[in-house]
């Protein structure tokens, strides 16, 4: 089974600096999907970014990028330019790529999450 | 917009007392999950219904049931609820097969139990 691990429970930014969260996952497959999403406080979880474990290249949305270590088995999300509408949880998650058909659908493995205060 | 609407955002029941939470979409996808939520945790996953195919979590109490009578709705249902069932419950959804597809989550509905 695999497992998802965020070691920051709170991270703390200055507005306009930038941050790094951290996850790592385990896994014996080749072939899967990593996500970042975030949660406001009583908001919706909406997607931040994603990325393919097969490209090599570290997927990047506006002011959110991520550094995609394969071999070491990370996932970090860089926020940069960090703003007050950035402070929420981000949850980190893996799927697996392979097709289980319908006992698995698209399921999700999360982290713990990292709760991110933005400093005005 | 396409979305996934929760009904409604705050539950209020008592101890032991029967309840409904009820999700619905308009992205006419054919996955569709319940996860519980406690305060600063991970969503868990309960179940999800892949068409009409309902696929229990081996962890998920007898107690929480779930039916979806068509592609766009989805219920959960507390048939005793106990104070630990006090959560916020997430429905989300998925076009299963679309690879990188991520799923779509609803605003959730906040449950008290008094």
């Known amino acids: 089974a695999q497992t998802v691990t965020q070691s920051q429970p709170e991270m703390s930014v200055q507005e306009a600096e930038t941050v790094t969260l951290s996850c790592t996952y385990d896994?014996?497959?080749?072939?899967?999907?990593l996500f970042w999403y975030k949660q406001p406080p009583s908001r919706q979880m909406i997607l931040v970014i994603r990325?393919?474990?097969?490209?090599?290249q570290n997927a990047t949305e506006n002011r959110f990028s991520v550094n995609f270590q394969k071999a070491a088995k990370s996932f970090s999300l860089k926020i940069s330019d960090s703003q007050l509408g950035d402070a929420a949880m981000y949850f980190c998650a893996y799927r697996s790529a392979g097709i289980g058909g319908k006992s698995s659908g698209d399921k999700l493995t999360f982290g713990t999450g990292t709760r991110l205060a933005v400093r005005p | 917009d396409a979305m996934v609407i929760q009904n409604p955002r705050y539950q209020v029941t008592q101890f032991g007392k029967p309840v409904t939470l009820s999700c619905s979409q308009t992205l006419n996808h054919n996955v569709m999950y319940w996860y519980q939520q406690k305060s600063s945790q991970a969503p868990k996953l309960l179940f999800h219904y892949y068409d009409k195919d309902f696929n229990n979590e081996a962890d998920t109490p007898d107690n929480f049931q779930s039916r979806r009578p068509n592609t766009s709705f989805c219920f959960l249902d507390i048939r005793s609820p106990g104070l630990g069932d006090a959560a916020m419950y997430l429905c989300a959804t998925s076009r299963a097969g679309l690879n990188n597809q991520p799923q779509h989550f609803g605003d959730g509905t906040r449950l008290s139990i008094l």
């Open positions: 896994t014996s497959e080749s072939d899967y999907y």
């Open positions: 990325q393919e474990a097969y490209k090599q």
